[in-house]
């Protein structure tokens, strides 16, 4: 693609987008909210999928980190469900009351001279709720979101991801630290490849583009592809990314320099036919 061979070599130039990721990105994840996501998806693991109450818990936990979304760890076991059955029971059901409207946030995007899309895993309907929720509807110029990067919703496993006898709940398969975890027909953070949907979707050159996001993970692929990265939810910056923000409150103190020149944005559209890491496994 355009960008690609210029991944491992970033610029200092100016940037031209702001690419943001949602959950406990643009609210902090001591709302609650995510917390409550975790709930549902291992409610829907059990009540749907039929997967052992007592293993759940450390299930989600191991697919977030293998795949970034449970659901992607999921569709790698073999797991057959309609994702907007599953979207509509994992963020369907959550208290979007827990988040408030966030004027200085608000102000602050409105006020930067450069282009802002969102990048999330999530789906269409829970983002738009997100952000109607904190008053930031006029704030973006676009939303990349699951339905964007997964425009199919396959409702069958088909026989080269069927992973029957390779990953089992148990997860014998991760004992011996050798076996690589199977597919999944999920494309989603932190994977290269949706980065790289992104990156053709919303005409976004990397070199030039800040990425904020809570997940290291998300993060490391980001840099390798030569997008500069800030950690949002903590002051403590790890090797390898280049600023940290307890919150984005503090973006003007730590980059003043994203309010030289000046631009408006755009109405909200959704890419799609254009459109402290906390685990938030939908």
């Not at 969102?118 to 709720?129: E, G, L, T, V």
């Not at 409702?155 to 390779?166: A, L, P, R, Y």
């Not at 990314?241 to 984005?248: P, T």
Request: aromatic letters at 10%.
């Amino acid at each position: 693609m355009e960008h690609e061979n210029q991944y491992n070599q970033p610029s200092r130039s100016n940037y031209n987008c702001l690419l943001f990721d949602l959950d406990d990105t643009l609210y902090p994840f001591s709302s609650g909210l995510s917390t409550q996501c975790t709930k549902n998806i291992e409610e829907y693991m059990v009540q749907k999928l039929g997967i052992e109450e007592s293993k759940v818990h450390d299930l989600c936990v191991l697919l977030y980190k293998d795949y970034g979304t449970t659901m992607a760890g999921l569709r790698a076991m073999g797991y057959d469900f309609d994702y907007d059955d599953f979207h509509s029971f994992v963020h369907g059901r959550l208290p979007y009351e827990m988040l408030k409207p966030d004027p200085v946030l608000r102000h602050l995007l409105l006020s930067l001279p450069i282009r802002r899309v969102i990048f999330s895993n999530a789906n269409k309907a829970h983002i738009a709720r997100v952000v109607k929720r904190l008053g930031l509807e006029d704030c973006f110029e676009a939303v990349i979101c699951f339905e964007t990067l997964n425009p199919f919703n396959k409702s069958k496993v088909s026989s080269e991801e069927d992973t029957n006898g390779i990953f089992n709940t148990d997860h014998d398969t991760q004992s011996n630290g050798c076996s690589l975890p199977p597919k999944t027909p999920v494309t989603c953070k932190p994977l290269q490849s949706a980065f790289e949907q992104a990156f053709k979707i919303a005409n976004i050159n990397p070199q030039k583009t800040l990425f904020f996001d809570d997940s290291f993970r998300n993060l490391q692929t980001a840099k390798s592809m030569g997008l500069h990265t800030v950690l949002v939810g903590s002051s403590h910056r790890p090797s390898g990314v280049d600023y940290a923000l307890e919150s984005l409150h503090n973006v003007k103190e730590a980059l003043p320099e994203l309010w030289d020149g000046e631009e408006k944005p755009e109405n909200i559209t959704y890419c799609g036919k254009l459109a402290k890491e906390t685990t938030v496994r939908a």
